[in-house]
């Protein structure tokens, strides 16, 4: 059984809008929210999606180990990228495949997925056959390092600067990764889920307003 095959199972979250803990501003936390993880999908997939996964295939003599999982939903195709290979297979869809245009790479953090906290998704435009997919790539918290991509991609520049500053992945051969929001010695990143709610405290004159997340109480 693959890594990411062994998160494809059903849980549950409690609290508004299924976060748990002093996330929940609410303050309620009497939701439950069902959480549903998508496995691989079968074929066909589909539309173009099934001519995209051939010519990768053929193209890309690898591929059995680079695509973790293949996943349509929602009317879009995600190959699921181990990241030591997330440079060759960009090089092939960007060359083969025609894949011309990277719409930028998106952070997301889910800290239940040990091992796979971090992730990286990558919205791929097709401007020759007008045809769109994504990648994603995952990576551990204890080792939050995805190669760049600006070397294929070149509009990804501050995109990588966006995702390391928001959600702290080490974007290995950027060229310059400093951070592009929040200042140079700001600690931590400020759109993971294990991120105090409420940041830092608000200085007056003569006083300090502490936090929401210390100031609210939760039961």
């Keep these: 059984m693959s890594d990411i095959a062994k998160h494809n199972m059903n849980s549950e979250n409690a609290g508004m809008f299924g976060v748990s803990g002093t996330g929940d501003t609410s303050g309620y936390g009497g939701l439950q929210k069902r959480k549903i993880q998508i496995g691989s999908t079968e074929r066909p997939f589909g539309g173009y999606f099934d001519d995209v996964v051939d010519g990768l295939e053929r193209a890309y003599p690898g591929f059995n180990d680079a695509i973790e999982q293949v996943v349509v939903d929602r009317g879009e195709l995600t190959l699921h990228v181990r990241r030591a290979n997330l440079v060759e297979v960009a090089k ?25 906290e971090l992730r990286a998704l ?60 929040m200042p140079d010695d700001w600690s931590g990143h400020p759109q993971r889920k294990d991120y105090p709610l409420g940041g830092i405290p608000v200085e007056y004159k003569g006083a300090t307003v502490p936090p929401p997340s210390d100031r609210r109480v939760y039961r």
């Design 122 to 181: 990558y919205p791929l435009l097709s401007l020759t056959r007008n045809q769109r997919i994504r990648i994603e790539v995952a990576a551990p918290d204890n080792d939050p390092h995805i190669p760049s991509v600006v070397e294929i991609w070149a509009g990804n520049n501050w995109h990588e600067r966006e995702t390391y500053d928001m959600f702290g992945i080490i974007f290995d051969g950027h060229p310059a990764l400093t951070r592009i929001f």
């Design 92 to 116: 092939f869809l960007r060359d083969d495949l025609k894949f011309e245009m990277c719409l930028g790479v998106s952070g997301a953090h889910y800290p239940d997925e040990i091992g796979r």
